[in-house]
């Protein structure tokens, strides 16, 4: 099977290394080109990443010279696709030359996902919002976002509960340090600490859920009609945001109906789509889980998974928490799930 | 002025050294008892106590020797005050035995706090429920509680807000590990984590608040009529417990209200009750705060007032994150300023 | 190939579960049989034990009833080799016990290493240590121990150096609080603190670090001949010991020499050990390495291999960090080593 | 008693912070400017300072408006003193331009303590070093600089055993992150974890404590004459360095002999200097001791005395761990006690 050639924009912070990781040996991808700011331009890979990732650097990438964020060296002629992980500022012009180029764009940036014709995709949730695409003018090129890393989890915690008729959502966050970054937050500010602040955070997961929960109707996205009500703050946690949600429902459900929503939620096949997890949403019925430390990474979750716990009932509420992987499921995994979605329904050429 | 004496039960955890902490310059009350658990009796209260305040073991209690947790050597010859920081099932019979005695127990555990005819008392909130206590059947002595550390927080978060006719409060909260005890949290569980249970906890925050901000009318307490959905969660955080708070309203308020509310909260006098803060609610309107290691413990807040920010008014909610100093107006402090008011008002013999 | 039948005993605590976790799928070892207190006794592994593991527990222990440690229902009959993970105290008894049995007992506790006809064992240092167990008094059944988890890092950076004429060590500990177990260190000590006291772990290093490098001539072990002085502190890191090491020679030694004895320094065939690490010693020559989160488990290192970095020569003394996984090559996995060496050499019937 | 005029270099970091927050009130010094970065410059200290500080920002300086770094508007005709917080590149031209100009500089940083007629000065330890001074060729004015952070501690460990012939030092240390500064060490390298290295801190504990530990002969200073190993590393700790020191002497000393040198080791008369600790040493006897969260501000302890715990002997050799407050005794604290006894000796005109 032919390999898309792949550019990973912003290839040394923390969520580029992660897609530097999970497309080192990638069935249908292959890393040709990486950017980085311009102090790093010109020189190997390995030589000017600080590497956090468990895995070692893929051979392949070792070498690769980098280029620079804002060179226009990156083109159709030796690109099919490129992962962004681009600041959200350098990267909103940046991702519009390259789709006009007709480069397929998979941004993990927040500079697009509110744009009228830029769907923010996840597979097992929204797949027809893919759709929308077609909507841009950018010739065979296109922009596809994944969400906030924090929204990414509320979604799936959201999805399977649609069907009983969401009145409002109540999410307050327990964020790690890797979402801001490398050196995005300092240790005198977080050790023994909670910072009761992420800017831009509550905004994001208020308006990215109602989109991606949101209706398709070929034309655009219509949002979903229930409030999202948001609380973000950072703890001292290396990876994985935890979040505690209540649901109010405009109907009676019963606790085993929820739980069985969360059960029967279906996830995608994994040979056709080889980041995705089997099982979207695992359910635990233990006392005091999920927990950053011991459910981000099991045999059964490699991070794609969305751990759900703690599922209790009030009248016509719903209480649970819940645990996403920030820099996979939240970042660099979903959006090379998308790519992948988009491989196999046609869109990439 | 005459000083009562004191016995302070569970004298050797995190609360009972702190009770011994701010007892040893107390200008009503002197410590004369001390007790612990069996192992410890018979020995002096400096050779046993594994000591985590910052002062010093005052000089005056270095050489008590300790009382085990269940002897009756305690009685109302000795003592007209005792301090409880017992564990809750230890708590309730020797309560009652010591106010059967005839002595005041100003209790921390949670044993008889939803009692019919014990107050939970917070001074600058529900004085009035002290009066409650004449409903109790011990003779001259009674049973005065204090309220669990979370709940602490929470009510003086509600209380300035009553007037604006409360629907429902969401609570979700940071606990510090200081909340469990000495040996409560072990390292392995918390170290770069955060669970999402602590047993009991939810319920205490509902049932408690609605008790605290309830209204009585001579006979009985009429809990508050608005709905408490906790959550709650330990943070790897030595001391205070931050809280993320919804409150939805039936009316219109704005922020401005809401703010000037908080702002005007008034304090006791401080000459009087010399553990009282003398502005109870601290607001910061500074971005990112309050947070456990910058403001629990500051020039303007020695652990008894409450620190509000981030107040966010959304239609007719508003958002906002609250810190208490769990070990201090949570606990020890808290049953102290209880102490020292049913002392002003003329309840202790 | 015959499986050999396994016991672990003390099965449910962090080394306990990492003993279960490696031999879920061992190609020589079979899991029969395993113990814990009394409490646990006559209940299924999966229901008893608070799994902290990546892994899940392996499919073939999740129905194993526990058996009380002090029983004796563990025998010849039913077991070829014993895995002991108990308390030092409970251990020194039951291990004779089951040797005599003729059980080939793996011990990780300390009761018997200093015995001084039972070998600490590390196959890549001192395999013909294991001869030592022909004078023990067992008939068919042996003692062989592994060292203190920090004294297993040390002797890796001491071994390739002995060579060179060593007068004397400084080892200076960074100890997680894993090596203190489960319930061993409480947050309330040691979060954003340093404790510098762990019972017993100076004694331990200074005394098996010289058993271990010292010549087996047949009859007995000599200690080597040169002084170790150690200093050891508790950090609040998970997993992973840190060593700050001087050793001075009574020879000039080259920095060339010294990094060239660590990267020529042999591990075993791991087609023949499956346990053992391809290369026992990382050499790493960037500025601020060994760390915990980021050397302990990676591609190149499964838990076995020691990490050894910032090499710094000065006159005849060598200043160096070494990084050792506690709990894998520190414990459980080095134990699991020496019963594959044993059988190996044709220890085990 | 008139009031010396200040200046505070660098007022807005960490050791800024407590310059500013232990000069707000003291009876000989009076803050008058203070400098910071040229984005800092022109606005109040209230508004740009992110104040880290328990006590509050002391009212006089609220409203100072902060100068650049680098302007000259610092002059003798409205300054008498200035403390230095600056980066060590910056601090080392601006602090020869001060003395030129009259002012007497005491610096925090280490741009010229090893400059030949520089003292280091710890007037507990090396008073007489002060008369250095007189060597320099800048008028009226001079330059006093005051330790790295880590040797100020390793300097109290030494000075009172000196008098037993050392022959040799090996120490390593367990440091804060409040030691890089406020932006330093990112949450990502640290939570959790130990960097074993900091950028040329092995090399300043090594030169500078044998210079402080050496001898004045009214010309120059003769460094000490044993030899000194530094091994550095980060921690998880907000504040307080902690060391493992062990100290080989060319005679035989006795475990009592130290001991008692530690505890008659002498501060200076609190009234006269302010600043300084009643007993700079003090000696702990508890088994686990000392620990950056217990024992680095108590009651006794205000973060100017070293605390010194686990004294062992073995052979002729002693070894301890030692604590100190890296921004106190480490950092502003120090410079502020030098400039009180240059006071004192006259050298403030």
Request: proline share 4%.
């Amino acid at each position: 099977m032919k390999k898309y050639r792949i550019g990973i924009l912003g290839a040394t912070g923390i969520v580029g290394q992660r897609f530097v990781s999970l497309l080192g040996s990638h069935p249908h991808f292959e890393i040709v080109s990486l950017t980085a700011s311009k102090k790093s331009a010109g020189r190997k890979y390995s030589e000017i990443v600080d590497w956090y990732m468990r895995n070692d650097i893929p051979e392949n990438v070792r070498e690769t010279i980098i280029v620079n964020n804002t060179d226009k060296e990156i083109s159709r002629e030796n690109l099919d696709i490129v992962f962004s992980a681009l600041p959200s500022k350098l990267a909103y012009d940046i991702e519009i030359d390259l789709a006009k180029e007709g480069i397929a764009v998979f941004s993990n940036t927040n500079a697009h996902r509110m744009d009228i014709d830029v769907p923010i995709l996840i597979p097992e949730i929204n797949a027809n919002h893919l759709q929308l695409v077609g909507k841009q003018k950018f010739g065979t090129g296109f922009i596809v976002t994944n969400s906030n890393c924090s929204t990414s989890g509320l979604v799936f915690g959201l999805r399977p509960l649609q069907k009983f008729n969401i009145r409002e959502v109540y999410v307050t966050t327990y964020q790690s340090i890797s979402g801001a970054g490398k050196k995005g937050v300092a240790s005198m500010d977080i050790l023994g600490n909670v910072i009761p602040f992420i800017s831009g955070e509550e905004e994001k997961m208020e308006l990215e859920t109602k989109k991606i929960l949101g209706t398709f109707d070929g034309e655009q996205i219509q949002d979903a009609d229930f409030d999202i009500n948001a609380s973000c703050a950072r703890v001292p946690v290396l990876e994985g945001h935890l979040e505690s949600i209540v649901v109010n429902f405009n109907e009676d459900v019963s606790l085993e109906e929820i739980n069985q929503s969360f059960k029967s939620f279906n996830g995608l096949d994994t040979n056709t789509f080889p980041t995705a997890p089997m099982n979207p949403i695992i359910l635990t019925l233990e006392d005091d889980r999920p927990q950053p430390t011991r459910d981000l990474l099991t045999e059964k979750n490699l991070g794609m998974a969305i751990t759900i716990g703690r599922v209790r009932r009030k009248g016509t509420s719903v209480n649970f928490f819940l645990l996403v992987h920030n820099t996979l499921r939240g970042a660099a995994g979903a959006s090379i799930l998308n790519a992948e979605y988009a491989l196999q329904e046609g869109f990439l050429k």
